[in-house]
């Protein structure tokens, strides 16, 4: 069965600074995807970024960055320039490319503060 | 587009009372998850609808969670009768079929579910 950690259950960033948020995965499958969700406070759940597996470059959106090390297993999110709405809770998931719709597997999130 | 919609937002029960969740995805997605937080833990899948089939219903707890999706289109899911450990937020996502648009999938707010 695939497992998603994050081990860093709180973290703590200033404005303006960047920020990693860890994330590590145990899975036997070699074709699947990775994500990191946000959720602010009493707000819906809304997707970061994602990467494929089978893609080398690390995905990139703005100021969202993931050092993805499939050797590793490891999936880290980076977020630079930080700023105050981007705290909130952040989830890393899993899910298995089976060419159709399949489940994803979180971790347990890591809450952010961004502080002033 | 409408995102996905989740009834109630809260709900507080005694146990052994029923409750029914009640989830709209975004029209046109053939895929609808259900998915459980308890308090301070993982997410976690509970099951998947494709249109009004339960394609993956892997991850309900016991026959005291009831799923329907009739029609294909909006779902429900009744705890009955609830337990006390049946306290957690209870999210809805849906997705494209497979091949339409991205593998993403889109989360409702919860439903946070207190028993009593």
């Known amino acids: 069965a695939q497992t998603v950690t994050q081990s860093q259950p709180e973290m703590s960033v200033q404005e303006a600074e960047t920020v990693t948020l860890s994330c590590t995965y145990d899975?036997?499958?070699?074709?699947?995807?990775l994500f990191w969700y946000k959720q602010p406070p009493s707000r819906q759940m809304i997707l970061v970024i994602r990467?494929?597996?089978?893609?080398?470059q690390n995905a990139t959106e703005n100021r969202f960055s993931v050092n993805f090390q499939k050797a590793a297993k490891s999936f880290s999110l980076k977020i630079s320039d930080s700023q105050l709405g981007d705290a909130a809770m952040y989830f890393c998931?899993?899910?298995?490319?089976?060419?159709?719709?399949?489940?994803?597997?979180f971790g347990t999130g890591t809450r952010l503060q961004v502080t002033l | 587009e409408a995102g996905v919609t989740q009834f109630p937002s809260h709900s507080v029960i005694e146990k052994g009372q029923t409750v029914t969740l009640r989830c709209d995805p975004i029209s046109g997605h053939d895929n609808l998850y259900w998915y459980r937080r308890v308090m301070g833990k993982e997410i976690k899948f509970l099951l998947h609808f494709v249109k009004e089939s339960k394609q993956d219903e892997s991850g309900m707890p016991n026959n005291r969670f009831l799923a329907e999706r009739t029609g294909g289109t909006y779902s429900t899911l009744k705890v009955q009768p609830a337990e006390l450990e049946d306290s957690g937020v209870y999210f809805c996502?849906?997705?494209?079929?497979?091949?339409?648009?991205?593998?993403?999938?889109?989360f409702g707010p919860g439903t946070r579910l207190t028993v009593t």
């Open positions: 998931a899993y899910r298995l490319n089976t060419g159709t719709a399949s489940k994803l597997t």
């Open positions: 899975t036997s499958e070699s074709d699947y995807y």
């Open positions: 990467q494929e597996a089978y893609k080398q």
């Open positions: 996502a849906s997705s494209h079929f497979p091949g339409l648009g991205s593998p993403e999938q889109y």
